[in-house]
């Protein structure tokens, strides 16, 4: 079993900053990869970005580079999503994922909300 708790969300004007952190615990976690994902209003989920904890190597989307930064503390289990110059489009409910055994864990999302 895996547990994922996201929390850092808010409310932010555009150009801001806020990092986002995700918490993994169980029996099941290990130094997997992580992701981050926004859904926007009546839009599809998609993914942020991308680390592989064990390596380090990362992904960002093209809509988020240059401005957002995913990083791993694995000694506490957290994966934080660092996002600076905040634009409205940001706006949506930020997940995170793991797969495990061909499995997909989300958490329960945190709220992003930029406004111009």
């Known amino acids: 079993q895996v547990r994922l708790v996201e929390s850092g969300g808010g409310l932010v004007q555009a150009g801001g900053s806020l990092r986002l952190s995700c918490v993994g615990s169980?029996?099941?976690?290990?130094?997997?990869?992580m992701r981050w994902f926004r859904q926007a209003p009546g839009k599809q989920r998609e993914q942020v970005a991308r680390?592989?904890?064990?390596?380090?190597?990362?992904y960002i989307s093209d809509s988020a580079k240059g401005r957002f930064t995913i990083s791993a503390d694995n000694a506490k289990n957290t994966v934080y999503l660092q996002m600076n110059s905040l634009k409205p489009e940001d706006t949506g409910v930020y997940y995170c994922?793991?797969?495990?055994?061909?499995?997909?864990?989300w958490g329960q999302g945190t709220q992003v909300t930029v406004f111009s």
């Open positions: 994922n793991t797969i495990l055994n061909q499995v997909d864990y």
């Open positions: 169980g029996t099941a976690f290990n130094l997997d990869d």
């Open positions: 680390i592989a904890r064990k390596y380090g190597s990362t």
